[in-house]
């Protein structure tokens, strides 16, 4: 595959459970390289625009709601496949699910009993990477 980008967020629950640094280590270790990363605390609107897919759904207000209790790590992994790398790196959306040897089958179930905290958000596709990272930093 192409080298491209990926966007990935430490969620919140990531974060306050001091798990940035092995999440970040399981991306470089499967060999992908950072070209950004950055603590953010998001306003609604930024989080409405990321989830807007999900507008509507009954998890959306308190997924974002979520997603407002604390800073998250922004980060741009970039590799061949990153895309679909990461997403196999993070596992099942629900960590009761998500199989042993990913972010959220090893580390996923320690605090939040919600599928909504689950760790990590990676992009699902070339276009959703594209318009995520233009959100996530406009600089770049
Ligand atoms: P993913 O993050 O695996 O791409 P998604 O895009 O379907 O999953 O959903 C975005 C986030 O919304 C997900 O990481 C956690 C939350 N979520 C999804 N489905 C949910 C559900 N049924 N109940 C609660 N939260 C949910
Ligand atoms: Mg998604």
Redesign the pocket.
């Known amino acids: 595959p192409a080298v491209s980008r990926t966007l990935v967020l430490v969620k919140p629950d990531g974060v306050r459970r001091g798990l940035s640094g092995e999440i970040l280590r399981r991306i470089e270790a499967k060999g992908y390289t950072f070209a950004a990363v950055q603590l953010v605390h998001p306003t609604r609107e930024l989080l409405a625009e990321h989830?807007a897919e999900?507008e509507g759904k009954p998890?959306f207000e308190?997924?974002v709601e979520f997603m407002l209790s604390g800073p998250v790590l922004a980060v741009v992994a970039e590799g061949h496949g990153v895309i679909p790398g990461f997403r196999s790196l993070?596992g099942a959306?629900d960590p009761t699910a998500a199989a042993p040897g990913t972010v959220r089958g090893d580390l996923g179930r320690g605090w939040g009993l919600?599928?909504?905290q689950?760790l990590v958000?990676?992009s699902?596709s070339e276009e959703s990477a594209a318009r995520e990272i233009a959100l996530w930093f406009p600089a770049l």
């Open positions: 989830y999900h998890f308190p997924l993070a959306t919600k599928v909504t689950n958000h990676g699902d």
